[in-house]
Structure formats: C-alpha cells, structure tokens
C-alpha cells in the first residue's frame, strides 16, 4: 500500500512534543530546584553521552519564540511539552509558585496559542523535584501523591482558562522500571516492592487530578480534557504455543495492562492483585483510594509507541536468591530477519500501530486516544547534509510514513485515534544518549550555538499537513 491511499480526517491532530527537562535547560533555575534528572546528571554526569544533559538542553526556555516559529512554519496543529515541576515552585510542601518561571509558561503558552498551535500540557515528564525524592523517596510516599496534587491545583489556577488538553504524566512507568526494577539509572536499587509502590502512587495520583480538573468545571469552562500518556509495550508471543502465549500475557500485565485497566476502567486486573499476593510485591493501597481511582478514570489517553516487545516462555529456572522481576515469566525473543534501526537498537515493525489502535477499539470501550509520541532516532545525521546544509533523512520520512498508514488504517476501521505527534519537534536531550540519536524535524547544531534548521522530513510533515493525504 501507498501513501496516496490515505485519507487523513481533517480534524485530526499532526503535531509534535518535547518535554521540559529535555530542551529547556537551566537558565534561571535556582539551586534547590534541581528534578530528578538534574540529580541524575549530577551524580552520573560520566554515563551522559558526551557528557551532554539538561543544563543547557536545545535553550528552549530562552528561544521558544524562535522555536514556534519553526513550529507555524512547518504547521503543527498542536504542540505538546511538559511544565518542570522542580521549576514551577519555590516550596513543594506549600505549593509556592515561582513567578518567575510560571510566567514563561504562560509566555510559551500565549505564544503557541497566537501562532494556531494549540498546546498539550503535561504535569510530569520525569521531573520529580529532587527535594521530594531525596526527603520521602519520590512516588514511594502518599504524601508526595498529595504534594503534586497542589502544584497541580497551582498550575490549573494559572492556565484553565487557555490550556484545553492536560495530562498528569507521560509515561510514568518509565523512570521507576529504570530505577528499581532493572537498576540502570540512579540510585541503581532493585526493589520490585518499590517499583510497584511507585506505579500505584502514580495512578492514583492521576485519578486525584482528574478529580481535582473535574472539581474545577475546566470541562465546562473551556471544552477542555484530562488525560495520561502512556507507553504500551505492544507484546507478541514468539509462537502460537500456549506456553509462548502465557509469557505474553504476564508481559502485558506488569507492563501495559498495569496502567491502562485502572486508567480507562478504573480497575487492576485480579491476576495482578494474585501475582503481588504470590511474590511478596504488592503495593499499599486502602479501599477509598481505589474508589478514586474507580470512579475518576480518565477522559483520553495518549499513547507513545515506538517499537514492539516480543517475548517468549523462560527457557532457564529463577535464580531464587534475585528479587522477583516479571521476566520470572518470560525472556525477549529475538526474531530473525526484523527490521532494526541499528542505532537504537529497536525494531522497525509499524503494524504496532494498527494492533494497539483495534486493541483500544475492542478493549478498552473505544475511548478517545492519539499517538503522543512515535519517532525514529539516528546518529550523526550531519553526514547527511546536501550542499544547502539541509539533513536528507528520507530514512525519517519513510518511519512516518509507514507508521502512519497503519494507524489510519485502524482508523478507517473504527479505531477512535484523533491524532498522530511526532517525537520530537527538535533535536533534543535523552537520558544517557543525550544528543547522540536525533528525532527532530529541526535539527540542533551543537557546534554552531545550537542553530535551528529545518530537515527535509519538515518540509516533507508541512505538505503533509497542509495537504492531508
């Protein structure tokens, strides 16, 4: 199939995201407002690519107008980022806001909004303050789950009259996965317990704030919504076999079905309450917060999805003396022949798009949900100039392509997908890899003050967008 068989909704979203911590960088930052990430980078600054990270990023916070320009010039119908939390207030126990800093929030918001983009924004995108994780361990503690529901009240209070799409996290099981349960980012500490305690906390944190949006008629008021933006990890079975399939199924519990169940159906899994039971790694919860959750589900999702996950029966025992992980029921499978972007190293398989879209169509009640995130990243894309400087990555083009005629595939075919976001707007700051892998329509040159320059797969997203098919 080809492009020219598309037929793209005129209401339907093409945009793109980045997140606070990965392009703002410190300018004006005080020195106890460091997130997660900064406190990361600081301890570890040896493991960050280049030794690159969030303190200057892509400057963002000094040259977002610039930025959006590029963004009306390319056409982006929305634009997602996060608000640094760390940033926003002075005091997290009493929720005071830094004027400062809230300001150029409401500066990039007003910006977005005068050029016709319209802006998503998010509450957390890994930066917990780092005061919150050092004093009560992060998500471990209840009370942090009360402290974020005050920035959240703050950040509402400032931008509900103008901010129509809002989520709580993106992905929120990412950090603690990294963390406790495989011990590859500070404070490199297994502890599944922890991982757990950590994934309850952050939904039960969304259902607060929807309760908290809900509370406040930002719905009646504006039209607007409340989401999470997740990442599911679309999971196939290496074979039909039932013992391949068992080993799917336990995947997609503890790494999908963990945050989609009680997101959109208010409800964990019985099996998941069974599994904690029989490994000694349940969360603490109480029967009126899992009310809340019950009865403050979600409006929409947005869901990041990037490569497949593909599993297979353990073909080895346990280790009993290795705190319980849930690779206790499977191991990857490796299938011969995929497609691979090498530098990465994940998998190229765009017919995720099409599986996830009819499972949220026959799963999940048809909620409304977009792609919040999907891209490709490659390494040293300067070799890929032309003799105008412009970076070829058709490579890029082809990703989007591909992806994208999945996903409306699933669409012509009742999935209630609204909108497809490209990660990422520009180059920008990962964790670890910090620039080496680029996903950005706009390229960011490091040598050169961090100059902006549109690559070819912008101007390929701006006819895209301009023309819909």
């Given at each position: 199939?080809?492009k ?44 960050w ?12 916070k ?29 005091d ?55 402290l ?8 509402m ?43 309850f ?24 919504k ?5 990442n ?115 998998e ?24 919040a ?5 490659v ?24 992806h ?18 490209l ?45 819909r098919?």
């Open positions: 199939m080809h020219k068989e598309w037929t793209i909704p005129p209401d339907f979203i093409l945009g793109a995201a980045l997140s606070a911590w990965q392009s703002e960088g410190w300018s004006g930052k005080k020195d106890h407002q460091d997130s997660y990430i900064d406190l990361w980078y600081k301890e570890n600054h040896h493991v690519h280049d030794g690159y990270g969030p303190a200057v990023a892509t400057d963002f000094n040259r977002y107008q610039e930025d959006i320009g590029y963004m009306k010039t390319i056409g982006l119908t929305h634009f997602r980022t996060s608000i640094n939390w760390s940033r926003y207030l002075i997290y126990e009493n929720a005071v806001v830094d004027e400062e800093y809230a300001l150029y929030i409401e500066n990039v918001v007003d910006e977005l909004i005068a050029n016709g983009i319209e802006p998503m924004i998010c509450l957390e995108h890994y930066e917990l303050p780092a005061y919150l994780f050092e004093r009560y361990g992060g998500w471990e503690s209840k009370y942090v789950v009360d974020f529901e005050k920035y959240a009240e703050k950040v209070e400032r931008l509900g009259d103008r901010v129509k799409h809002w989520f709580t996290f993106n992905e929120p099981i990412v950090p603690q996965t990294r963390m406790y349960l495989d011990a590859i980012r500070y404070p490199f500490e297994q502890n599944t317990k922890k991982w757990m305690q950590w994934n906390n952050k939904t039960l944190a969304t259902a607060r704030v929807v309760k908290l949006f809900r509370e406040k008629k930002l719905a009646e008021q504006t039209g607007a409340i989401g999470v933006i997740l599911p990890e679309v999971t196939y079975a290496r074979s039909t076999a039932p013992h391949d399939q068992e080993a799917a199924e336990k995947h997609d519990l503890f790494f999908n079905r963990m945050y989609l169940d009680p997101a959109i159906k208010g409800e964990y899994p019985q099996e998941l309450y069974d599994l904690m039971h029989k490994h000694d790694i349940a969360f603490q919860f109480t029967e009126e917060e899992l009310n809340i959750i019950r009865t403050y589900t979600v409006d929409y999702v947005g869901l990041n999805l990037y490569f497949p996950h593909r599993v297979q029966a353990r073909m080895n025992g346990w280790n009993e003396q290795v705190p319980f992980h849930p690779r206790y029921y499977y191991d990857p499978f490796e299938l011969p022949g995929k497609k691979m972007n090498p530098y990465r190293g994940w190229i398989y765009p017919r995720i798009m099409y599986d996830m879209a009819l499972r949220m169509k026959e799963e999940y009640g048809n909620i409304e949900w977009f792609i995130e999907n891209g490709m990243g390494e040293n894309e300067q070799r890929f100039q032309n003799e105008e400087g412009v970076i070829q990555d058709d490579y890029r083009i082809e990703f989007i392509t591909d994208l005629f999945w996903l409306l595939k699933a669409v012509r075919e009742g999935s209630n997908c609204k909108g497809y976001m990660w990422a707007f520009s180059d920008n700051v990962s964790p670890m890899n910090a620039f080496k892998n680029r996903y950005g329509l706009v390229s960011i040159n490091l040598e050169r003050n961090r100059e902006r320059s549109l690559k070819k797969s912008a101007y390929w997203f701006q006819e895209l967008i301009k023309t098919n």
